[in-house]
């Protein structure tokens, strides 16, 4: 790539054999359009917008395949506090293990996620959607001064209802226990 232009991106492939790509020590940099996230838009305000994706395959000396890599992403997602929609920035990183039995889970160090392959192919989208999806926070909410529902004092010039003096239920029992 030539000084000065536009960074270039490669089209990510949505399902890899994890440890061929680990073999050849690929390396994939791509921006993804948060629309091809089902899961994830459904949860979004607005899934308009763009990931973008940093991997590196990779065997490591024991021999086990892994994936190393960042995703990062700004995401509307709604305030469970006022319900209005906030942004939230994602900027996670990922390093699984792979694996093709139960076994070879247990080979993978504890760095590592383990991620068990079937059928010799994993699906990149899903994985990737799966660690966005683990970033993001349990209950989306503003911060407490950035909320429009924060607690907005009432100054001590501010006319507010005051409340009426009722009169007691019992006063006229209280009359009759008078006049006995």
């Known amino acids: 790539m030539a000084k000065g232009c536009a ?3 490669q089209r990510l492939p949505f399902r890899v054999d994890p440890f061929r790509f680990a073999h050849d020590a ?3 940099e791509s921006q993804l359009l948060l629309t091809q996230m089902k899961r994830l838009s ?3 305000y607005r899934s308009e917008g763009m990931i973008t994706v940093k991997l590196a395959f990779a065997v490591d000396i024991l021999g086990v395949s892994s994936l190393l890599g ?3 992403a700004s995401l509307d997602l709604v305030c469970q506090r006022c319900l209005k929609p906030m942004r939230v920035e994602v ?3 990922l390093a699984l293990g792979f694996a093709r039995s139960v076994a070879g889970l247990e080979k993978i160090p504890s760095e ?3 991620v068990r392959v079937e059928g010799g192919q994993v699906n990149l989208l899903d994985l990737l959607e799966d660690e966005i999806m683990l ?3 349990q209950i989306p909410r503003h911060a407490e001064n950035e909320c429009s529902l924060r607690h907005k004092p009432e100054s001590p ?3 507010s209802p005051q409340p009426q003096e009722r009169e007691n239920p019992f006063s006229v029992l209280a009359g009759l226990k008078k006049s006995e």
């Open 70 to 72: 960042s995703v990062q």
């Open 112 to 114: 590592l996620e383990p």
């Open 91 to 93: 900027n996670t990183s």
């Open 26 to 28: 690929v390396e994939l």
């Open 157 to 159: 010039n501010s006319e």
């Open 7 to 9: 960074k270039e991106y």
């Open 135 to 137: 970033a993001l926070p």
């Open 42 to 44: 459904a949860i979004l």
